[in-house]
T-cell receptor
């Protein structure tokens, strides 16, 4: 089946540790995105990539890093510099800029 | 840059009643418009989208939305809701040029009451 797979679904980490969230798609989409969701704030864009080996900062990139070494993969690292990392993280992809975006099932990150 | 305002953060409605979820957008250029639905602990699912043509767009689960360019609105409607429609609904906008990513509103939580 084609789709976007995020893992893990639930992740707990201690404060000060870096953590990497995985996102893989087999839709042959060029563009990939990471959003953060907090209650009452909707979705905020962290990073996006329109093509392999290229990515741009979104509205809330501070404390996060990404890589796009393969078309199908766009992992997100939440670093210790991110002040409030506990949130629901959503990965998405589209054929290209301006096209419909499709979402994965999301990953819950809790930092204690 | 474009922006999206969802005018109601929560909408309670009785089962089988009609519902309208309001969405207004702001943009200096032509845009595409979307509605997504999110069930608890899940990702977002596309309900419908307006790209061009007829201003009345029909989507999944009996929902429809009307694009009104003069009022810069894209309200979502359903004539008769079910318990299973209880979810969070997000309106989103993107420039037709694709130069900027999709921008979301803050969401409207629809609660259907039996």
């Amino acid at each position: 089946d084609g789709g976007i797979t995020q893992s893990p679904k639930y992740l707990f980490r201690k404060e000060g540790q870096n953590v990497t969230l995985s996102c893989e798609q087999n839709l042959n989409h060029d563009a990939m995105y990471w959003y953060r969701q907090d209650p009452g704030q909707g979705l905020r864009l962290i990073y996006y990539s329109q093509i392999v080996n290229d990515f741009q900062k979104g509205d809330i990139a501070e404390g996060y890093s990404v890589s796009r070494e393969k078309k199908e993969s766009f992992p997100l690292t939440v670093t210790s510099a991110q002040k409030n990392p506990t949130a629901f993280y959503l990965c998405a992809s589209s054929i290209g800029p301006g096209n419909t975006i499709y979402f994965g099932e999301g990953s819950w990150l809790t930092v204690v | 840059a474009q922006s999206v305002t969802q005018l109601d953060s929560q909408v309670p409605v009785f089962e089988e009643a009609p519902v309208e979820l309001r969405c207004n957008y702001s943009s200096s250029v032509s845009v595409y418009l979307f509605w997504y639905v999110q069930y608890p602990n899940q990702g977002l699912q596309l309900l419908l989208k307006y790209l061009s043509g007829s201003t009345l767009v029909k989507g999944i689960n009996g929902f429809e939305a009307e694009f009104n360019k003069s009022q810069t609105s894209f309200h979502l409607r359903k004539p008769s809701v079910h318990i299973s429609d209880t979810a969070e609904y997000f309106c989103a906008v993107i420039e037709k040029s694709g130069n900027t990513p999709l921008v979301f509103g803050k969401g409207t939580r629809l609660s259907v009451i039996a």
